[in-house]
């Protein structure tokens, strides 16, 4: 399974950005799907995590309320409404796909290529 996320970019803060990471085929090895962000010269971050049905979704207190994940399996594909950014958010963002719903990296199978948010004035 290949993930392509896409929709990074610049943005002032206190704007607004959608990623979004489709998967190339459905599997039942993408139950979770989630995203993670490294900032230059930083460990790599939790954001957020939703499972297949959508029910259940989990954010990093640094985002809660400013971020939403949402999916649409039909389309394979997850989505990060990003929303009051701040420069502390700017990161390459990473989609992941595995079988648990976990806020660590290690245990996710599936990585996409990272994409950039920049928030700066």
């Known amino acids: 399974v290949q993930l392509q996320a896409s929709g990074g970019g610049l943005v002032q803060p206190g704007g607004s950005l959608r990623l979004s990471c489709a998967a190339s085929r459905r599997t039942s090895s993408l139950y979770a799907m989630g995203w993670f962000r490294q900032a230059p010269g930083k460990e790599r971050e939790f954001v957020s995590v939703?499972?297949?049905?959508?029910?259940?979704?989990y954010y990093a207190d640094s985002v809660k309320g400013r971020f939403s994940i949402s999916r649409d399996n039909e389309k394979n594909t997850v989505y990060l409404q990003m929303n009051s950014l701040k420069p502390e958010d700017t990161a390459v963002y990473y989609c992941?796909?595995?079988?648990?719903?976990?806020?660590?990296?290690?245990?996710?199978?599936?990585w996409g290529q990272g994409t950039l948010v920049t928030v700066s004035s």
């Open positions: 992941a796909g595995g079988r648990l719903l976990l806020e660590t990296a290690a245990p996710y199978e599936y």
């Open positions: 939703i499972n297949y049905r959508g029910d259940r979704q």
